[in-house]
């Protein structure tokens, strides 16, 4: 897919290369920095010449490249920007693509390929111009292209298809191996082995068809499709017809549109891949204000200069509008996705701790900001600048030093707070509740034993595990044992609390009936240190599940259980109740977070249970008809991690920010009781808050715009730390900038956040709109100010945003914005708020799953196959794909898929013998079988969520589940293809731009 | 004939009860000029270890109303094979087991010396008796030790069938299950918030019936079908469990910050011990025991709150109406007692703490129910653990001192109504028509329910002469009054005892000195402190105080023998001599008098006052004295502090004291070691008497009294100080020549003094 999509691209980027250019483009694309290092890297003599030197200029003007082909030229910024050359019709689209990323276009082999590239882009640039017969389009450049573009112009013509193959055909030489698994390995070295195509396109210029009269939804169509080989002749044809249906873009066009050339459309697999190829595996350091870092899915080692690693804060741009004004000009969400406590690597430092013992950190005075890099000494070390309110401090007697001369405090490198972006302080007292050092915490068990939970053998599962778990507990590395208490409850319709002090022979059950008004029956022996009452607890846990045997009680209550754990500490998509809300706040209030695992057989009213997880920074875990033999794994794997995972308890988060803007929302596991004060009552690795910014007066470039998160929680031991995170970013007046400094997986998280939040409030079809229409808005304001100018019919996407549709449009399928009859209200209650609390990398996964081809595994290899494209195009009978997006797994096999594979797999002679009803592969001993299952770790691996393993056959009746995740194709029950997605929000952007 | 000192001892014996008038004036307006009400003292279940319960049930009156038992007071119609009841004068046929009968074959209950006849009921389910330990772990730490000790002897002495239960109780209240192995189960309920009966059967899940268990595994029909299994098990099957978790109870492990007392929930868990057995065991006989060592201090029954700063009322606070929770406290227990009663259960309460527990407030949970009231400084005590211990004595046949559930109904012959009964009662509320208006004590019944007796308790009840005064019963008549008692023995098995009495009638006008003979003095001044007792609980001390005085006086002005207006006239015949001097000391007496004595103190004496018999009653009013010297064999003395001499030794018996009291020289003696010295053996052996002596009654009294050993000058004389009657005070003592005694500091007028206010008042014709 990509591959080709790359291969044309570029002729059809070049155009645009043209015309955006001019402002550097940070990011991917024009990006020097950026840019250049990979490039260098990968590719000695890159073939693009322009690349190179772009690379080695600062940002300044893009390189003429290929791109500045583009009639486009204009563009302003445009580089980064991928512009689809909106002809509606078929070819263009592909020729958008091309722009991409430098490095990849280095990547691109062959020299020849150059030159074809460039010729096929000025081609297809002018093609797509003409074609969308919107007339706007100015005269084609491009040499070749005359001929296509004229029969583009108008897009009715039915030859226009025709026209367009061969312009694909052109193109896809080099490409081809990316293309099919079965592609000819021609590619340069570049290429991954995989055929993923290289390095994606940066800018990603589509046409899309739109111009307005015409909407062409389906128009779209893959022109240059020239690999879908068959399919595509369809495509074409059925094009055309489409074309004049214009209307709904998304219902109109039908089956042959759809063909429409994915490959020609930005492609998220691709932008992956070329982040990957350009920045993974290097050191990232923090060094600079305002730098991009890598996507979240590529793995680099990141070294904390100054700023917060991006492992803890990531934000939807890196550099601000300088005003008001221009950020609703642009519409762009200035915001920071914040995750406090993501798990570090080994191989990163981990924080610094600072004690400044009984004095307790240095904070500015005014504004309350805790001492850190942006502070600026002064008066030869006396005093201090705060760089967020600018007041003047005077530096404490025990804090002070002497500056260099550069006016650098002698010890800056000594102290973590001088030079580091993240650090923790050791906190005093005054940061305690009243004043008292805080308890060590508690992990109080509640387990549900009421009559289906026992019998099913859940309970005893759970027992069983506990014993394990609790070996587990997470401790502060240096300590022996962990100092987390542990408290045990059982429910159903009453509560029993269990006295498991040490001393005891055997354990007290002591049962509250009156749930009306729960209270915690015992102080003494309820929570205790796990090894000193292990054999107690061990007793215990080998009774509970007899004790019940008898029981028959099927009414469970749930309120009480959570205030009863929440007193031992001191101790629907519309919730139906408040309880659970109050409940919700009087469990922070106490530092007391709920994590429910719920295992419903029917409807449970997860939006108001789920209330209490979500606002007290819990997890909500859910297993609808939990079976004992396919979903203990997942459940006991949840358990574990949750139960070993880093956590703080108590934890109340500020975000400071410089002068000129504020933050003004929050979204996550949180509960605000102000304006200012985040209140978790715990927070884990997994969780991340989002923050929104807002302009409260005018930024200024020199001193950009500089956050400073804190964090107030106790640890595992009991001790009451802050930890802080800093991170500058950059101010600017140009929009172009801003546009380069977008990442769309922070947006997407954004977008989600907010959008599901607003679930509670507004119709869904409301949100959507106002999803696409900002969609459309942010794009427009880049086509109009950034981008040079086009034609009407192309699709200009700056390169930072090319994938922002495609993901955009899986954001708005997802069942909790598309609510779809097969899905049950607690499903999409539970995934709402699972997205509430997810950070970037979880979401990007989420929204877009991976999906990755396993019959084309290279057994010796340790690194995960390319993934390909969630489409069903990108499937093939005699493959077998593996698919995952953090909540479930899925084993896609083909009706043709390889015997061997499917012997060395599942241990069975062929397709019909294999068992789909499992959860598990079975561990045979053979490599393709290790292989998988290795993948399937590492893809586990990080993840906050046990993936439950679906074995779908191809045309068996779970594979409908399956296509769901298939979310560039139109959903089986609304939603509409990437495809038709482009085309729309194409067509808003020509509405918005008229 | 024996004199009726004899009759009034040879009644008293068989039948257990004592009549202030052994011979009954025959009008109404005559028995109200006597003053003494008619009356007696019943002692339902005293001992008759000649007694051997007939093995048939009792046949009764046919009439509905009447429903007498068959009695030797009865004519018998032997060849129609009739009988006359001798209340109501109906005719009954006698049942068929009966057609034997003639006048040489009586049955048992015709013969005049079964006036007093035990019957056993066959029929009924017997049920197993009931103990429930409600157990406060608001202890030090000795405390609590001992209080478990104790409970885990008492397990050894509880009959074997007999089913257990514990609740304990701290800021919460936990209802254990004894069933349970492997691990041990309880039901936690929050100390501070009362609940209905129902919500309690239905926290403990009592309510709903344990078939699906049972459906679960039928293999084991033989199980206790009750759900209330769970948390009332049979001794035997669970003692060693109990034992363990009894030992294995700790202090209530709630944080008590300083300068507060322990948040006890006395209140709801009564509640729950109460809800608990009126689910499951309703009109079985069950003692719920509480065992508490302070007040309770918070939900409803508080009697005091938390903050030690603020003492537990005290009789000045209550006389300044500033007891803030006692009234809301009292209802709260009198609400639970009621419930008991009606469900035949009783309440024992045992509180050893030094300061006051609230037996004030929770007085009424045994008063009502005839359980007991033990108080003490400790638990720790031998005191406390012989009193508990002695719960469980048996008697001569190996059965325990104890019965339960128990009706007393009171039938009169028709010249007699029924005024009320004062003791360890409630009223069943049965009106007839040989009930009287009037009410003495509780009244407006003739039945009674008595939850909790033994063979002492004693209940007063008044009578009163129908008869006006122009239409006297005629001479030579007798009345009759038959008592009924079903009980349940402690053996489980039903019994029912049956009493009848008859006295003569007699005019007052011509046959005074004929009453006046058969006056019981000190069944009267028992009587009469009971009356006053009574109505101290609900009136002020001195209005008590003056209508007993009242009383006195009138009884002198009917009964003495004197000249107007001459006090030196005045003289009492035999009948009446001592009569006075009662009335003294039950002036004095912490019956009457809350001075020194903590509320909760007054209340423990009132209640022991309330339900003993007429001997240890008598004790209390008047404590006996004793004296041993080397003059010769211990007599008693005066109580008086003329008996006080300094070679002697004293010994005290207040009831609830025993008191030993060395004189100052023997003091000095003892001081010295003249007790070691071989030569002055004797002197050991003086020094020991009163030490064996008091032995004996330490053994037999229950509860065990406190026990005080002091010596001329020692702090705790006080005790026998201030019983004795001050005739040598500071005012009058330092008369040259008088020989002996010592004076005591007070105001407090001697018998003399009072004797004489009493005959001038009673010859004086302005009363």
């Known amino acids: ?994 | 004939m024996a004199t009726y000192l004899e009759f009034i001892q040879q009644n008293e014996e068989r039948d257990g009860v004592r009549f202030s008038w052994n011979v009954w004036p025959s009008s109404r307006l005559e028995a109200t000029r006597m003053v003494v009400p008619l009356a007696c003292l019943l002692t339902p279940l005293k001992e008759r270890p000649d007694l051997p319960p007939v093995q048939y049930e009792p046949v009764l009156c046919s009439r509905p109303t009447c429903k007498a038992v068959l009695n030797p007071l009865c004519q018998v119609d032997y060849r129609a094979k009739l009988w006359a009841c001798n209340f109501c004068f109906q005719r009954n046929q006698f049942p068929p087991a009966y057609g034997g009968i003639s006048e040489v074959n009586q049955p048992a209950e015709l013969m005049p010396q079964f006036s007093t006849i035990e019957y056993m009921v066959q029929r009924g389910a017997q049920s197993p008796l009931i103990f429930l330990y409600v157990v406060d772990t608001c202890l030090e730490e000795d405390d609590l030790q001992a209080l478990k000790e104790s409970l885990q002897m008492s397990l050894s002495l509880l009959p074997p069938d007999a089913l257990v239960g514990l609740i304990t109780f701290g800021r919460m209240v936990q209802v254990h299950e004894l069933s349970c192995e492997g691990i041990s189960k309880s039901y936690v309920f929050r100390g501070t918030k009362d609940l209905t009966a129902k919500q309690i059967q239905d926290m403990l899940g009592l309510t709903k019936p344990a078939t699906p268990m049972q459906q679960a595994r039928p293999a084991q029909p033989q199980e206790h079908p009750s759900v209330s299994s769970r948390f009332l098990q049979p001794v035997h099957k669970i003692d060693m469990n109990l034992t363990d978790l009894l030992g294995e109870l700790q202090r209530d492990p709630w944080p008590v910050t300083q300068g507060k007392r322990p948040l006890r929930s006395t209140g709801v868990a009564l509640s729950i011990a109460v809800g608990l057995l009126e689910g499951t065991f309703p009109n079985t006989g069950a003692r719920i025991m509480l065992f508490t060592g302070g007040p309770p201090t918070q939900g409803p029954g508080m009697v005091v709150g938390d903050e030690l700063k603020i003492p537990i009322r005290s009789w000045h606070d209550i006389e300044k109406d500033n007891a803030r929770f006692m009234k809301k406290a009292t209802k709260h227990y009198e609400m639970l007692a009621n419930r008991t009663a009606a469900n035949g259960h009783c309440i024992d309460i045992y509180a050893c703490a030094l300061d006051q527990t609230g037996l004030l407030e929770m007085k009424c949970c045994a008063n009502l129910t005839g359980g007991y009231m033990v108080m003490g400084d400790s638990f720790n005590t031998s005191l406390f653990k012989q009193t508990f211990q002695r719960i469980f004595t048996k008697d001569f046949n190996g059965d325990f001192r104890m019965a339960f559930g128990a009706t007393l109904d009171v039938k009169t012959s028709r010249e007699l109504k029924i005024a009320g009964a004062i003791g360890p009662c409630v009223s069943l509320n049965v009106k007839g028509p040989c009930v009287s208006e009037n009410e003495l004590g509780v009244g407006g019944t003739s039945q009674w329910k008595i939850c909790g007796l033994d063979p002492t308790s004693t209940l007063g009840i008044y009578f009163e002469v129908v008869n006006q005064h122009n239409a006297p019963i005629p001479q030579g008549g007798r009345g009759a009054i038959q008592f009924v008692t079903r009980y349940q023995h402690s053996s489980t098995q039903r019994r029912i005892r049956v009493t009848t009495i008859a006295r003569n009638w007699a005019d007052a006008q011509t046959q005074l000195r004929h009453i006046e003979a058969a006056f019981d003095q000190e069944a009267a001044a028992v009587l009469m402190a009971r009356l006053g007792v009574f109505r101290a609980e609900s009136e002020e001390g001195p209005d008590v105080l003056r209508w007993l005085d009242r009383q006195l006086i009138r009884l002198c002005q009917k009964f003495g023998q004197y000249n107007k207006e001459d006090p030196a006239s005045f003289r009492l015949s035999d009948s009446f001599s001592l009569y006075p001097q009662f009335m003294f000391h039950l002036r004095r007496s912490p019956f009457l008098q809350v001075f020194n004595n903590s509320p909760d103190e007054s209340s423990y004496y009132r209640h022991h006052f309330a339900r003993q018999d007429l001997t240890q009653s008598l004790i209390m009013i008047q404590p006996i004295l004793y004296s041993y010297s080397f003059h010769g064999p211990p007599e008693p003395v005066l109580l008086d502090s003329s008996s006080i001499l300094a070679d002697r030794i004293l010994l005290m018996d207040t009831f609830f004291q025993i008191v030993i009291y060395l004189g100052e020289t023997i003091a000095q003696w003892r001081k010295a070691g003249y007790q070691d010295m071989p030569e002055y053996e004797n002197f050991k052996h003086l020094l020991q008497a009163p030490l064996d002596d008091a032995q004996e009654i330490l053994q037999a009294r229950f509860p065990m009294p406190r026990y005080i050993n002091t010596e001329h000058g020692g702090s705790q004389a006080r005790f026998l100080l201030s019983k004795v009657n001050p005739s040598q005070t500071h005012n009058n003592h330092y008369a040259w020549g008088q020989e002996t005694g010592a004076p005591i500091l007070t105001d407090d007028v001697s018998l003399q003094v009072f004797m004489d206010h009493l005959k001038k008042l009673a010859v004086s014709s302005a009363c």
Request: charged share 15%; net charge neutral.
């Open chain 1, 1 to 994: 897919m990509s591959q080709q999509g790359y291969v044309a691209t570029p002729p059809y980027s070049q155009p645009q290369p043209g015309i955006g250019l001019s402002p550097p483009h940070y990011g991917h694309y024009g990006d020097p920095s950026h840019t250049a290092s990979p490039t260098g890297m990968m590719k000695p003599a890159g073939p693009l010449g322009p690349t190179a030197t772009g690379a080695i200029l600062p940002p300044g003007p893009p390189p003429p490249g290929p791109h500045q082909f583009g009639q486009n030229g204009a563009h302003a910024t445009g580089h980064p920007p991928q512009r689809f050359s909106g002809p509606p019709p078929v070819n263009n689209v592909a020729s958008s693509y091309a722009p991409y990323q430098p490095s990849a276009q280095s990547s691109y082999p062959t020299p020849m390929s150059t030159s074809s590239v460039t010729q096929l882009g000025s081609q297809l640039s002018a093609m797509q111009i003409n074609s969308y017969g919107s007339g706007m389009a100015p005269p084609s450049q491009g040499p070749p292209g005359p001929q296509s573009a004229t029969s583009f112009q108008t897009p009715p013509r039915p030859p226009q298809p025709s026209i367009l193959q061969p312009g694909s055909q052109v193109l896809p030489p080099p490409p081809t191996k990316l293309n099919g698994p079965g592609a000819s390995p021609l590619p340069p070295p570049m290429y991954r082995p995989d055929g993923l195509a290289g390095p994606p396109p940066p800018n990603a210029q589509y046409q899309l068809p739109p111009l307005p009269g015409q909407t062409l939804g389906a128009g779209y169509p893959p022109q240059q499709e020239a690999n879908s080989g068959p399919q595509m002749a369809g495509t074409q044809l059925s094009y055309p017809g489409g074309f004049p249906g214009g209307p709904a873009q998304m219902a109109g066009p039908p089956q042959p549109q759809k063909k429409l050339d994915l490959d020609s459309i930005p492609s998220p697999i691709q932008v992956i891949e070329n982040d990957r190829a350009s920045r993974g595996g290097q050191v990232y350091a923090t060094n600079t204000r305002g730098q991009i870092p890598p996507l979240v899915t590529t793995d680099c080692i990141i070294q904390d200069q100054g700023n917060a690693s991006p492992r803890f804060i990531r934000c939807t741009t890196y550099c601000f509008p300088c005003t008001s004004d221009m950020a609703k000009q642009a519409q762009i969400p200035l915001a920071a996705v914040i995750k406090p406590f993501a798990t570090i690597p080994s191989n990163e430092t981990p924080l610094y701790l600072v004690n400044h013992g009984e004095s307790g950190p240095v904070r500015c005075n005014r504004c309350k900001a805790y001492m850190c890099p942006f502070m600026q000494f002064i008066e030869g070390g006396r005093r201090y600048q705060c760089g967020f309110c600018n007041c003047v401090n005077d530096v404490p007697p025990f804090y002070f030093q002497h500056l260099d001369h550069i006016g650098r405090r002698l010890d800056h490198y000594e102290k973590p707070e001088l030079s580091l972006g993240s650090y923790e302080y050791v906190a005093t007292l005054d940061y305690c509740r009243k004043n008292k050092p805080p308890n060590p915490p508690a992990f109080i068990f509640m387990i549900d034993v009421s009559y289906s939970n026992i019998k099913n053998g859940l309970v005893k599962l759970i027992c069983e595990e506990l014993k394990t778990v609790l070996e587990k507990l997470p401790k502060e590395e240096q300590e022996e044992m962990s100092a987390i208490r542990v408290g045990f409850i059982t429910y159903n319709k009453v509560l029993h609390f269990f006295n498991v002090k040490s001393n005891l022979a055997q354990p007290q059950m002591m049962v509250v009936t009156d749930v009306g008004e729960v209270f915690v029956p015992l102080l003494d022996g309820f929570l205790v240190n796990y090894q000193e009452s292990q054999s107690v607890i061990h007793n215990l846990l080998d009774q509970i599940p007899d004790m019940f045997a008898d029981s028959n009680e099927n009414e469970t209550v749930f309120a009480p259980v959570i205030q009863a754990g929440m007193e031992a500490l001191k101790i629907l998509f519309q919730p139906q109740t408040n309880v659970y809300d109050s409940l919700a706040k009087d469990c922070v209030a106490h530092g007391c977070s709920v994590t429910l695992f719920l295992f419903p057989s029917q409807y449970v009213d997860v939006a108001s249970l789920g209330l209490v997880p979500q606002l007290t920074g819990g997890t909500l875990y859910k297993y609808s008809n939990f079976q004992m033999h396919l979903d203990s794994q997942q459940f006991l794997n949840d358990l574990r991690n949750d139960i070993e995972k880093k956590i703080g308890f108590d934890a109340i988060m500020r975000v400071r920010t410089s002068t000129g803007f504020r933050a003004t929302d929050f979204f996550g596991g949180i509960l605000m009781n102000n304006t200012t004060d985040v209140e978790m009552a715990a927070i884990d690795c997994d969780k991340a808050v989002t923050v929104e910014f807002k302009h409260d007066d005018k930024l200024s470039e020199d001193s950009g715009a500089l956050i400073q998160c804190a964090v107030l929680y106790t640890t595992i031991s009991g001790q009451r730390r802050l930890r802080i995170h800093n991170l500058g970013l950059n101010c600017s007046s140009q929009l172009a900038d801003l546009y380069k400094s977008c990442e769309t997986d922070a947006l997407i998280n954004f977008f989600a956040k907010s959008a599901f939040k607003a679930v509670l409030h507004q119709p869904l079809k409301v949100i959507r709109e106002i999803l696409v229409n900002q969609t459309a808005h942010m794009l427009a304001c880049y086509r109009k100010n950034c981008a040079s100018p086009s034609a009407a019919s192309q699709l200009i996407l700056p390169d930072s945003m090319k994938v922002l549709p495609v993901y955009m449009n899986c954001l708005l399928k997802n069942c909790v914005l598309l609510s779809r009859p097969e899905i049950s209200t607690d499903e999409r209650a539970f995934q709402r708020q699972l997205v509430m609390t997810m950070g970037v990398a979880d979401s990007q996964l989420f929204f877009y799953p991976q999906l990755l081809p396993i019959h084309t595994l290279d057994v010796k290899s340790t690194t995960l196959p390319a993934a390909v494209r969630c489409s069903e195009s990108r499937l093939s009978e005699g493959g077998i794909f593996l698919l995952a997006n953090g909540l479930h797994m899925f084993l896609w096999l083909g009706v043709s898929s390889p015997p061997e594979l499917i012997q060395g797999i599942f241990n069975v002679p062929s397709f019909a013998h294999i068992n789909t009803d499992t959860t598990l592969l079975p561990e045979v001993g053979n490599p393709y079988s290790q292989q998988l299952r290795m993948i399937m770790g590492i893809i586990q691996q990080k993840r906050p969520y046990s993936m439950k393993l679906t074995l779908v056959k191809q045309r068996e009746q779970p594979e409908m589940v399956f296509r769901q995740f298939l979310v560039e194709d139109k959903g089986l029950y609304g939603g509409s293809s990437y495809v038709d997605f482009l085309c729309c929000v194409h067509k808003e952007i020509c509405q918005l731009l008229n």
